[in-house]
């Protein structure tokens, strides 16, 4: 179908709220990506699912970092007790599979205040 | 440490030059590289993926190469218009990296009309 997509486009929050971030993949993709982009870098390694388990979950920064894919498309990255420093764009990506092109959706950027 | 670096940092040409932008990376032992192209604000574009057994990819202007010995790819633009102008990122997949992708920070071009 359409490409990756993302919601929400933008989300501001308070220092210690508790965030979602949600990501479509391209239809039958069954690797998501999630990656995190700060301002002048390039985008930094998540987490990768191969189906529904998460196959890699070796780049997320800490416990309050969390995400699933229950049924092996949508996937949902959530965030506890925000930090300014989680400020970023989060992207997400599909591929058909491991080690093909990833396609990247449009990204969240998450502001902490 | 796995790691790939991009230089230059920025470039700035004349419309219609020819132009070569750089990656290195520090292992040799790779699936795959690509390059992808992001606009100010936007998510990231897949311009080319080259595998690992291949030498070289072309899409209309842009030849991209790879030789993983020396761990080095370069993405060639041609005849390069204003349109070009953005930042142009190489990502690599390495073999033990459980398919995440490992980035440079990206050369930003500008081409001056």
């Known amino acids: ?113 | 440490k796995q790691e790939v670096t991009q230089i230059p940092a920025a470039l700035s040409v004349p419309e219609g030059e020819n132009l070569v932008l750089n990656c290195s990376f520090t292992d040799s032992a790779i699936y795959n590289l690509q390059w992808f192209r992001q606009d100010p604000g936007k998510g990231l574009t897949s311009l080319l993926l080259i595998q690992s057994s291949q030498r070289e990819q072309t899409s209309g202007r842009l030849n991209a190469s790879l030789d993983k010995s020396s761990g080095r790819s370069t993405l060639y633009i041609a005849a390069s218009q204003p349109g070009d102008s953005a930042t142009y990122l190489c990502a690599v997949g390495f073999m033990d990296s459980n398919y995440q992708l490992i980035w440079g920070a990206g050369t930003k071009l500008i081409i001056k009309p």
Do not use: M
Not at chain 1, 19 to 46: K, M
Not at chain 1, 53 to 63: E, H, Q
């Open chain 1, 1 to 113: 179908g359409a490409g990756v997509s993302q919601t929400p486009s933008n989300k501001v929050t308070e220092k210690g709220k508790y965030v979602e971030l949600r990501c479509d993949p391209i239809s039958g993709h069954t690797a998501l990506y999630w990656y995190r982009q700060s301002l002048g870098q390039g985008p930094e390694f998540l987490i990768y699912f191969q189906g529904t388990g998460a196959a890699d979950d070796s780049g997320l920064p800490n416990d309050r970092f969390f995400a699933v894919r229950p049924e092996g498309s949508v996937s949902t990255l959530k965030i506890q007790r925000t930090e300014r420093g989680d400020s970023a764009v989060y992207l997400c990506a599909s591929s058909l599979t491991p080690a093909e092109t990833q396609y990247f959706g449009p990204g969240t950027r998450l502001l902490v205040l």
